[in-house]
């Protein structure tokens, strides 16, 4: 799989465009998803979540979209700023554990 | 409120020692969990504990274990610790058990073992 740090999947974003950042489950049983965001030195911060039943869901310039047919999560960010620029992950239930979550894709946001 | 407190933020072991990490969660919440977060695997699944008990458990060696205190209070401890042990130990708090549930993380404490 693919690894944080030096190999991170990055996604380069110009300040004010939308940035889009994919995301791909392996459990079909997955009720739950969530989406957090990790600035460097500190701790991931939760963004938003998602419930099986929905396929979408917004937050404040924030847009979940869960497509369970092809096991698909994006999270979409409107007017991306400086402030956006972190590591993002995440993260679905099996039932058994609080999370699953991804390696990360790091956001950079150009000036 | 206060947030999820963890001690000490930064660590330096030898190989073969052990360590323990304090996590306090955020008043009223009675669910820890403990992740792992290294380069190579990213954040994984440690343990969870609620009401001093371990509910769920990660793939991790037996040299990992954790506990929690009637004040919610959970600790981790790593024995002979190895150099792989290098991470970044992150501790999440809920209000509530279970998977569906939002989690607040701490800072971590960064671990090198050396």
């Known amino acids: 799989g693919e690894s944080v740090g030096l190999h991170l999947p990055t996604l380069s974003v110009q300040e004010g465009d939308n940035s889009i950042i994919n995301c791909a489950y392996s459990?079909?049983?997955?009720?739950?998803f969530i989406w957090y965001k990790q600035e460097s030195g500190k701790g991931p911060q939760f963004i938003i979540d998602?419930?099986?039943?929905?396929d979408k869901r917004q937050g404040q310039r924030v847009t979940v979209l869960l497509n369970k047919t092809v096991k698909h999560l994006s999270l979409q960010i409107a007017a991306t700023q400086p402030g956006d620029s972190a590591v993002y992950f995440c993260?679905?239930?099996?039932?058994?554990?609080?999370?699953?979550f991804g390696t990360g894709t790091r956001l950079k946001v150009l000036a | 409120k206060a947030g999820v407190t963890q001690t000490p933020r930064y660590l330096i072991k030898t190989r073969g020692q052990q360590v323990t990490l304090s996590c306090s969660p955020i008043?009223?919440?009675?669910?820890v969990s403990w992740y792992q977060q290294t380069p190579g695997q990213g954040l994984q699944f440690l343990f969870e504990?609620?009401?001093?008990?371990?509910?769920n458990k990660g793939n991790f060696p037996g040299r990992f274990s954790g506990r929690q205190f009637s004040n919610s209070r959970s600790e981790m401890n790593v024995s002979t610790l190895e150099l792989g042990d290098s991470a970044l130990y992150l501790c999440?708090?809920?209000?509530?058990?279970?998977?569906?549930?939002?989690?607040?993380f701490g800072q971590g404490t960064r671990l090198t073992v050396v």
């Open positions: 999440a708090s809920s209000p509530d058990p279970g998977p569906n549930t939002e989690a607040f």
């Open positions: 993260g679905d239930t099996s039932g058994t554990y609080k999370y699953i």
């Open positions: 008043s009223g919440h009675r669910s």
């Open positions: 998602i419930r099986s039943n929905m």
């Open positions: 459990n079909s049983a997955s009720d739950y």
């Open positions: 504990y609620f009401s001093e008990t371990q509910r």
